[in-house]
């Protein structure tokens, strides 16, 4: 019988290789789309929808790959900047149409960030890193774009929004994922588990108010 260790080295060194380069580019773009809908919430410029865009686009993945110690993907390959930017500019014509700029930002986020969550977990697959910096990896993509675009727009980011299942849906996913890497699951298989769980989590949060629990301060007992 292969051990766990076995199957997720099988498994998980080279999952997304047979991913199009479309659809990498495709989810660029969905990144980028929340944080141009941000720009246009600050009513920014055409630049500053660009910035917004693509700082939200490859931000979480500028990261995971200067942890990695690899070359960043945009740079390596520049076109996924010129998709953001395309994708800032379409909203900067079209924000005006949306009804409720923010529900579509949050829809679009939620998508993004499962997506990014499953992309950021096996980019560190391919590095041969171990199951626990692949969680890690997979969180960290998923949730820093966002936060940088919060923050830079001076809002209160998502994943800081109590109530909100955003970080909590991340870990949920990635854990997913590596349980089904770790397993034998094929790349494919396990990417699909990431994102649905993700998406599912963030959705239910969305519309029914999911929520785990928070802290409430309690007076000191008296001895």
């Known amino acids: 019988m292969n ?28 990144f980028a789309l929340p944080g141009a809908l941000v720009a246009s919430r600050a009513q920014l410029d055409p630049v500053g929808f660009m910035f917004m865009a693509s700082l939200t686009a490859v931000g979480g993945g500028t990261i995971r790959d200067s942890l990695l110690g690899r070359a960043e993907y945009w740079v390596a390959a520049p076109i996924y900047l010129a998709v953001a930017c395309g994708a800032a500019i379409l909203v900067f014509f079209t924000a005006h149409l949306l009804e409720s700029r923010y529900k579509v930002l949050v829809w679009l986020d939620a998508v993004a960030l499962a997506v990014a969550v499953a ?13 626990a ?49 770790g397993v034998g699951a094929p790349g494919m298989v396990a ?33």
């Open 3 to 30: 051990s766990p260790g076995r199957a997720w080295r099988r498994s998980g060194t080279a999952p997304l290789h047979g991913v199009p380069l479309t659809l990498d580019l495709a989810a660029v773009a969905v």
């Open 119 to 131: 992309a950021g977990l096996f980019a560190a697959t391919q590095m041969g890193s171990s199951p």
């Open 133 to 181: 910096i692949c969680l890690v990896m997979g969180i960290l993509t998923g949730c820093l774009g966002g936060l940088m675009r919060d923050v830079v727009a001076n809002e209160v980011p998502l994943v800081l929004k109590p109530g909100e299942l955003y970080v909590t849906a991340a870990v949920a996913g990635a854990l997913v994922a590596v349980g089904a890497l």
């Open 191 to 223: 990417g699909l588990l990431c994102i649905a769980v993700t998406f599912t989590l963030r959705a239910g949060a969305i519309l029914r108010g999911w929520n785990l629990p928070g802290y409430k301060p309690r007076p000191p007992k008296l001895r």
